[in-house]
């Protein structure tokens, strides 16, 4: 075995690279030459063997606390860093989350949260790892200070640990929370919270839009035709005109269409774009009236977050994703590397704490471009006239073209 504190990265590059070529293409995959770099190590730091599901788990006691610094000075503190575990009776409904008491009281006295799960850090006996981040202080920096490992994405289980997660706050509320565009996990928050305000990630509902235009195979339409793409970025700015105006601007949105596009060969699908826009985001209009849409309006307009210099998109929760995968190195780790890595993850989040607490940026700044064009938008809001819906909507099309 190679150093120990070489990244298992650099030892199946060397290997890969090293050995003749015949050997090389018969060897497994390097995602998979990682993850048994990884496992040998676990077994040379004494982990047990993970078992196949949650069910079966047991965690040793070693793994189940984390020492933290003393912020007084003094030595380290020993505490729980299993903070909730639904135990195996709960079978393949067992959930598990990680944190510690630094985390969790900044959890519970940020009044803005952010939901994202992400996946490839996660061990093979589990789904999906759902972070919780706190806002501080209002600003644009976010903190990861809950860790929640779930075997499947069901509104039941997400409910049981968001009820979970909230005895660990001290029953406190957020006033607000931002999520993509789960159902599931809509519904067993607004259960668990009722009195939390709940909106979804910008940034998920474009990516939407664009899955939809790919499905309906308009992908190389919309990327060689600079004004289609105008026009499907024109739905997404629908997102920027005040509540009681959206349906009105989807309406003339559908009129704008049909006069620009109802001779070309693709305005079947173009329409299938904006009848899965109706139908979700709009409501579906059935005899002069429209059914609720399965995302209420309030839930994805940025009118008024974009006028107030609130975070419309998860994208600090989605690079705090990205940090966590590189500290991990590594897809799907066992489930105890899984948990030893994640403990180290959080001692770098204990650090970063305390650099806000000293007054200390940990978020990248803004570039000059960002912050002009985020000004462009604030202007083009302020002036918004209801008579000029689409050409509002043409303004703000072209500036999220930016993006």
Sequence with gaps: MKNAAERAIDIVSDTRTSVPIVV???????????????????????????????????????????????????????EAFVVHDSGPETGNRRFLIFSCALLLQF???????????????????????????????????????????????DRNIYEDALSALKTLVGNISPETVMMDFEIGLHSAFRTVFPETDISACFFHLCENIRRKIADVGLRVAVRDNHQLALSMAMIRALAFVPVEHVVRGFEILSHHFAATYSERADYPAILEVLRYFEDNYIGKKVRNRRSPPVFALELWNVYEQTIESCPRTNNSVEGSHNKLHSFFDCDHPSFFKFIDLLR??????????????AGKNISRPLSRSWALLELRKMRLLESFDSDDILGFLREMAGLLANH
């Design 107 to 153: 959890l519970a006295t940020s009044a803005n949260w952010f939901l994202d799960a992400t996946f490839k850090t996660v061990p093979n006996l589990a789904y999906q790892l759902l972070v919780v981040h706190g806002q501080h202080n209002g600003s644009r920096t976010t903190v990861p200070c809950a860790y929640i490992l779930l075997n499947n994405k």
């Design 24 to 78: 090389q293409q018969s060897l497994p995959e390097s995602n998979s030459l990682k993850r048994r770099v990884h496992r040998v190590r676990q077994n040379e730091n004494g982990f047990p063997e993970a078992p196949p599901n949650l069910s079966e788990l047991v965690i040793p006691p070693a793994l189940e606390n984390i020492s933290m610094r003393d912020p007084d000075g003094g030595e380290n503190i020993e």
């Design 344 to 357: 180290k993850h959080v001692k770098t989040v204990e650090a970063d704490i305390y650099d806000l607490r």
